[in-house]
């Protein structure tokens, strides 16, 4: 099958959201904003050998791949518009030695796991690109909208706002996780900040603080049976929401308030009156 | 030099639009659309050892992993509003073998020869990414504006339209090519398909006509100084622009008529009289 033949049958596959003017197929994808949308963008690699290994089933990449920036539209208050998908496939990955033809089922599978999710989550799929590489590569490009000026910030937190987060933590590599997008979009309007754990609650929380030159006091987190407090703490790839809110609103179902923003250093975190090292991941340490 | 300081860095090389509400630093970039804007969007990766080798100057990559892109939407007729660049070092682009350390230099100039195009050519720089990767990959995805329902569409030929192509052909791998925007701005309204020639005439030609369910005749092609037929026929990476209108209406300067669209099979060329193989480049076939 060759490449023209690939991109029909991908084509096939996506689904056109009613704002996809144009899509696969043309230069360029097309989509057509509605009066007073602000729009987001995200674009989170996903490179084999650094977020994966190779024997990670290809269902699950495409679910991560397009998961892990859903996270972060969830994290802006955003509601997933379309999506591009970026996929640079190794030799190993085709089916014979030469090269001359992709590996059908493994692309299959990959965008199944993809417009699983994004079927899901009213996610177009609106184009894309298919190329060779010694590894896998996928990058998926997300595009979410909110109304205007509405967009959560992680720049937001005032001293005095209660801190909270979303489901437990420490599940770090959960398979498939889900975005927390009703969440996020729920905030709106309410939240001071957000952002999403994706490299671990000391990082982000060190990020969030950092941008709204604030500081925080952290009493407690709630952790996934089995893991450790350390896990909890540091790990990636979490995924939940950490927010912070007015402390007279009322916390939305399925969070848990862990602390309280503070005046002080902009980005110090104490948890349980210890100063936390942001230590959670960080490519170059990697 | 950590991840947190660098994007800091790169925010200060990044120049802002008017319509980037937020840049880079939080989850998501946010980009407010203006009234009846249709936006363009084009992802297109640039890999090592695939579309460039190791010894090719940052700068210059820079330029190629944004001009590219901007290629495209020139092709859909479109103005520039911005873009998000991710980017994946392999350890050897580091400064020491532990990896902690991002190569500042190197991503110096990979920005500062991307920002240069990005400025001349008015695009934004609204987020990003950073990760690491056993091979250099960059991954610029471009955002760019026509009126609503203006976008050039490789679709619109009809048989009897004139076939255009900018520039000469054959020049494939110039260092720094500019991308036609000027051009394909100006034939928003007139010309009836547009495609730019990244794989080579043959097989963008072939793209466009089975698109437009036409066939087309080619005569001639204006070929660069010092390069053969089969190059200017076949080689990609020329990034012109190749386009069809209705014959009653002039040619823009700086294009050269090669032919005429007409009835037949969907997608058959022939190049002086003779069947014209659509062997130019596509990634399986490398």
Redesign the interface.
């Known amino acids: 099958m060759?490449?023209?033949d690939?991109i029909e049958k991908i084509r096939k596959l996506a689904t056109k959201g009613p704002q996809i003017?144009?899509g696969i197929?043309?230069?360029?994808?097309?989509?057509?904003?509605k009066?007073k949308?602000?729009?987001?963008?995200?674009?989170?690699?996903m490179?084999e050998?650094?977020?994966f290994t190779r024997d990670l089933a290809p269902e699950i990449v495409g679910h991560r791949a397009l998961a892990r920036n859903l996270s972060?539209?969830a994290?802006?208050g955003?509601d997933p518009e379309f999506c591009?998908v970026?996929l640079?496939l190794p030799a190993h990955l085709?089916n014979n030695k030469l090269?001359?033809?992709?590996d059908e089922e493994w692309i299959g599978k990959f965008y199944r796991g993809l417009m699983a999710l994004a079927k899901k989550t009213g996610t177009a799929l609106?184009?894309?690109?298919?190329?060779?590489?010694?590894?896998l590569?996928c990058?998926v490009?997300v595009?979410?909208s909110v109304p205007?000026?509405k967009?959560l910030?992680?720049?937001g937190a005032k001293p005095g706002d209660a801190l909270y987060v979303s489901g437990r933590l420490g599940k770090s590599w959960e398979s498939r996780f889900t975005p927390r997008l009703e969440l996020g979009r729920s905030l709106r309007g309410r939240a001071t900040s957000?952002?999403?754990i994706s490299d671990g609650l000391s990082l982000d929380l060190f990020?969030l603080c950092?941008?709204s030159k604030v500081a925080a006091e952290v009493d407690r987190v709630p952790i996934v049976r089995g893991a450790s407090l350390d896990r909890a703490l540091h790990g990636g790839e979490d995924y939940e929401l950490l927010f912070t809110m007015p402390e007279r609103l009322q916390a939305p179902k399925g969070t848990t308030r862990i602390g309280t923003i503070v005046r002080g250093k902009h980005g110090a975190v104490r948890f349980q009156g210890e100063p936390l090292e942001a230590r959670g991941h960080?490519?170059?340490?990697?």
Do not use: Y
């Open positions: 060759n490449e023209i690939l003017a144009v197929g043309d230069d360029c994808a097309v989509f057509r904003p009066p949308q602000d729009l987001l963008f995200k674009t989170d690699p490179i050998d650094i977020h972060d539209l994290a802006m955003g591009l970026s640079a085709m090269g001359e033809k992709w609106a184009g894309g690109h298919l190329a060779k590489a010694d590894k590569f990058d490009i595009c979410g205007r000026g967009a910030l992680r720049s957000c952002i999403d990020r950092r941008a960080d490519h170059f340490r990697r």
